[in-house]
């Protein structure tokens, strides 16, 4: 699992490994107080492109989750 680009401006690319395709995966973006900001379920063919511009520049933890297990991720944006 990768994510780029690290920091971003407004979006995030997750480039899923082979054994996600086809897993049920939802993603989770969450400031680094706890607080929930965003949630998707993409399709997991390759990569998925996250907009994200309506949030705030600062840090945040991307979790993954799959039937295959659990990823996390520190992210930084930038803001607008």
């Known amino acids: 699992l990768t994510v780029?680009?690290?920091?971003?401006?407004?979006r995030l690319t997750v480039v899923f490994p082979d054994?996600?395709?086809r897993?049920?995966?939802e993603l989770t973006l969450v400031s680094m107080?706890?607080?929930t900001v965003a949630t998707a379920?993409?399709?997991?063919?390759?990569?998925?492109?996250?907009y994200l511009g309506h949030l705030p520049g600062g840090a945040y933890?991307?979790?993954v989750t799959s039937p295959?297990?659990?990823?996390?991720r520190r992210v930084?944006?930038?803001g607008l």
Do not use: Y
């Open 61 to 63: 933890l991307l979790h």
């Open 33 to 35: 107080s706890g607080q």
């Open 41 to 50: 379920r993409p399709s997991t063919q390759g990569s998925f492109q996250w």
């Open 4 to 10: 780029h680009p690290n920091p971003a401006s407004d």
């Open 19 to 21: 054994p996600f395709d």
């Open 68 to 72: 295959l297990g659990k990823a996390t």
């Open 23 to 25: 897993a049920t995966v």
């Open 76 to 78: 930084m944006l930038t």
